[in-house]
């Protein structure tokens, strides 16, 4: 793909973006790029592209423990580790890397932030780099297969594939009609889709895919316990039962969250039945908040209305933004925005309030309200989460802060920077929803702060959530949220019988 194909196209991230990522990678790491790089990073539909002598973005730090090289990795990933700026894995990275590489099926399942894409697409790009050339077809037919719950971690999972396999011969795809559609080529091909966009409906529909999976020996489940349950069950297991009757086929499923249960429709025994030799590697803190996230409860006085309470959390939460706009003392990347997520239950509300965040901050131009949903066109999607990483592009100047009004559609993998502070302005309706929702903050040993506001029906679960939110101070008790998962039906109801109280216990008013 020719090198000067930067901003060709309606969508491409501009120009002073790129320079605005430079500057703080350059700022943060004491490093420096070349200038050509600026004329060779192309962003275009869920694609990252990168010629053979750039230099990789990098965001990541990491614990000093072991090194890369005692993985056995090829050097070309080692190198560009390093270029990430990741010069010693973590404890997740350092145990399940070396578990992955051995070739059994692996069910990794560790605290988001952990660095778990960075496990499985080490795995994968290593085991397709040691491949013969006599492994390799002159079809277009993809050696390495991850499947993700959302078109938003495509794009992520992509970056960071590029990121690692950075100056080899993987090339990305990204569709079924992509690979059905592409010149053949001897390149080591690697697709990441969601099981919606590959399980097609009819019978010949998955003759062609299994067709086209045919040279697949590498696949990557991220989110297993979104992907394994609901509405992706069906799509999910039915490609994973295609599949894993191929032989030599090796697959590793992550997540942040796995409801322990053992009951016969459990997560947990579909994977034991499924999948009998498989590895399961637990992280020590798996299920729990880490210790840098401040969690923060607010109770929603009882005799507001609903609109009242509207109005309520609404100016709550503008107080909480002047201070987290004024104070800088956590702001990763200078040269970018801030960023403050709010979660709420459904989209009507996300356009209620970013409609009257907007009113509200009208007269602060340097102030951006965003509305992010299913209904927001899926490229429009992509062109926000593009900005928030690489620079704010469609104002004169860009933002001091921008304020992301949002649904579930962001509680899982999304990885933004500057984005040390998360709102829940609805409380979500089970601890699982709330473990990936404070998630996107304090990620890979950051700091930062949730803050929930709680209504009279959220009381219960409000309480247990904040009991053992209260336990990361007291480190001879187990802090972990894993106790109270419920996989079908949402905590608040789970926990009725359980619990006598019906107040708000020690909350803040």
Same mark, same amino acid.
């Given at each position: 793909?020719?090198?000067?194909? &930067?901003? =060709?196209?309606?969508?491409?991230?501009?120009?002073?973006?790129?320079?605005?990522?430079?500057?703080?990678?350059?700022?943060?790491?004491?490093?420096?790029?070349?200038?050509?790089?600026?004329?060779?990073?192309?962003?275009?539909?869920?694609?990252?592209?990168?010629?053979?002598?750039?230099?990789?973005?990098?965001?990541?730090?990491?614990?000093?423990?072991?090194?890369?090289?005692?993985?056995?990795?090829? /050097?070309?990933?080692?190198?560009?580790?390093?270029?990430?700026?990741?010069?010693?894995?973590?404890?997740?990275?350092?145990?399940?890397?070396?578990?992955?590489?051995?070739?059994?099926?692996?069910?990794?399942?560790?605290?988001?932030?952990?660095? %778990?894409?960075?496990?499985?697409?080490?795995?994968?790009?290593?085991?397709?780099?040691?491949?013969?050339?006599?492994?390799?077809?002159? =079809?277009?037919?993809?050696? !390495?297969?991850?499947?993700?719950?959302? %078109?938003?971690?495509?794009?992520?999972?992509?970056?960071?594939?590029?990121?690692?396999?950075? !100056?080899?011969?993987?090339?990305?795809?990204? $569709?079924?009609?992509?690979?059905?559609?592409?010149?053949?080529?001897? %390149?080591?091909?690697?697709?990441?889709?969601?099981?919606?966009?590959?399980?097609?409906?009819?019978?010949?529909?998955?003759?062609?895919?299994?067709?086209?999976?045919?040279?697949?020996?590498?696949?990557?489940?991220?989110?297993?316990?979104?992907?394994?349950?609901?509405?992706?069950?069906?799509?999910?297991?039915?490609?994973?039962?295609?599949?894993?009757?191929?032989?030599?086929?090796?697959?590793?499923?992550?997540?942040? #969250?796995?409801?322990?249960?053992?009951?016969?429709?459990?997560?947990?025994?579909?994977?034991?039945?499924?999948? /009998?030799?498989?590895?399961?590697?637990?992280?020590?803190?798996?299920?729990?908040?880490?210790?840098?996230?401040?969690?923060? &409860?607010?109770?929603?006085?009882?005799?507001?209305?609903?609109?009242?309470?509207?109005?309520?959390?609404?100016?709550?939460?503008?107080?909480?933004?002047?201070?987290?706009?004024?104070?800088? #003392?956590?702001?990763?990347?200078? $040269?970018? /925005?801030?960023?403050?997520?709010?979660?709420?239950?459904?989209?009507?509300?996300?356009?209620?309030?970013?409609?009257?965040?907007?009113?509200?901050?009208?007269?602060?131009?340097?102030?951006?309200?965003?509305?992010?949903?299913?209904?927001? /066109?899926?490229?429009?999607?992509?062109?926000?989460?593009?900005?928030? %990483?690489?620079?704010?592009?469609?104002?004169?100047?860009?933002?001091?802060?921008?304020?992301?009004?949002?649904?579930?559609?962001?509680?899982? !993998?999304?990885?933004?920077?500057?984005?040390?502070?998360?709102?829940?302005?609805?409380?979500?309706?089970?601890?699982?929803?709330?473990?990936?929702?404070?998630?996107?903050?304090?990620?890979?040993?950051?700091?930062?702060?949730?803050?929930?506001?709680?209504?009279?029906?959220?009381?219960?679960?409000?309480?247990?959530?904040?009991?053992?939110?209260?336990?990361?101070?007291?480190?001879?008790?187990?802090?972990?949220? !894993?106790?109270? &998962?419920?996989?079908?039906?949402?905590?608040?109801?789970?926990?009725?019988?359980?619990?006598?109280?019906?107040?708000?216990?020690?909350?803040? =008013?």
């Amino acid at each position: 793909m020719p090198s000067q194909m &930067f901003l =060709q196209e309606r969508h491409m991230i501009h120009l002073r973006g790129t320079f605005t990522l430079l500057r703080c990678v350059s700022s943060a790491f004491k490093v420096s790029f070349p200038t050509s790089y600026l004329r060779r990073i192309t962003f275009s539909t869920s694609k990252l592209l990168l010629s053979e002598d750039d230099t990789i973005p990098c965001s990541y730090t990491s614990q000093e423990v072991d090194g890369w090289e005692s993985l056995g990795l090829e /050097p070309s990933l080692r190198k560009n580790i390093k270029m990430m700026k990741i010069s010693t894995p973590n404890s997740v990275q350092r145990k399940g890397v070396p578990l992955c590489m051995g070739g059994t099926h692996v069910v990794l399942t560790a605290e988001t932030g952990s660095g %778990k894409t960075l496990v499985y697409a080490t795995w994968m790009v290593q085991k397709i780099l040691e491949m013969p050339p006599s492994a390799l077809s002159s =079809q277009c037919h993809p050696l !390495g297969l991850i499947i993700v719950p959302s %078109k938003e971690l495509i794009w992520q999972v992509a970056l960071e594939i590029k990121r690692l396999s950075y !100056g080899t011969s993987i090339a990305l795809l990204f $569709d079924r009609s992509e690979v059905l559609g592409a010149n053949p080529d001897s %390149k080591r091909y690697i697709l990441i889709s969601t099981p919606v966009a590959l399980a097609q409906n009819t019978q010949s529909e998955m003759m062609e895919l299994m067709g086209m999976l045919e040279r697949t020996c590498l696949v990557a489940i991220d989110e297993m316990d979104l992907l394994l349950s609901g509405s992706f069950a069906n799509k999910t297991q039915l490609i994973l039962a295609r599949l894993s009757s191929k032989p030599n086929c090796q697959f590793v499923f992550c997540g942040a #969250s796995l409801d322990p249960s053992t009951s016969k429709k459990a997560i947990r025994t579909y994977l034991n039945r499924k999948f /009998p030799s498989a590895k399961f590697l637990d992280s020590e803190s798996v299920h729990c908040t880490v210790p840098t996230l401040d969690e923060k &409860f607010v109770s929603v006085p009882e005799s507001l209305s609903e609109e009242e309470a509207v109005t309520w959390k609404l100016n709550e939460i503008y107080q909480h933004l002047e201070l987290y706009s004024a104070s800088e #003392s956590r702001k990763a990347c200078p $040269d970018l /925005p801030r960023v403050a997520l709010v979660f709420l239950n459904d989209i009507s509300s996300v356009v209620k309030y970013n409609n009257l965040a907007k009113e509200h901050f009208s007269h602060e131009p340097e102030i951006k309200c965003i509305e992010f949903h299913k209904k927001i /066109p899926r490229q429009a999607r992509e062109d926000i989460l593009k900005s928030l %990483k690489l620079g704010w592009v469609d104002c004169a100047d860009s933002p001091r802060l921008i304020i992301l009004f949002t649904t579930d559609l962001l509680a899982r !993998g999304i990885d933004i920077p500057n984005l040390d502070l998360v709102l829940q302005a609805s409380f979500p309706q089970n601890v699982t929803v709330y473990l990936h929702r404070v998630g996107r903050t304090a990620r890979a040993g950051r700091s930062g702060q949730s803050i929930s506001y709680v209504m009279p029906q959220d009381y219960r679960l409000a309480n247990e959530v904040k009991a053992i939110a209260a336990q990361k101070d007291t480190p001879s008790e187990p802090a972990s949220l !894993g106790t109270l &998962f419920s996989r079908r039906r949402s905590l608040n109801r789970k926990l009725k019988a359980k619990m006598g109280h019906h107040h708000l216990d020690n909350f803040p =008013q």
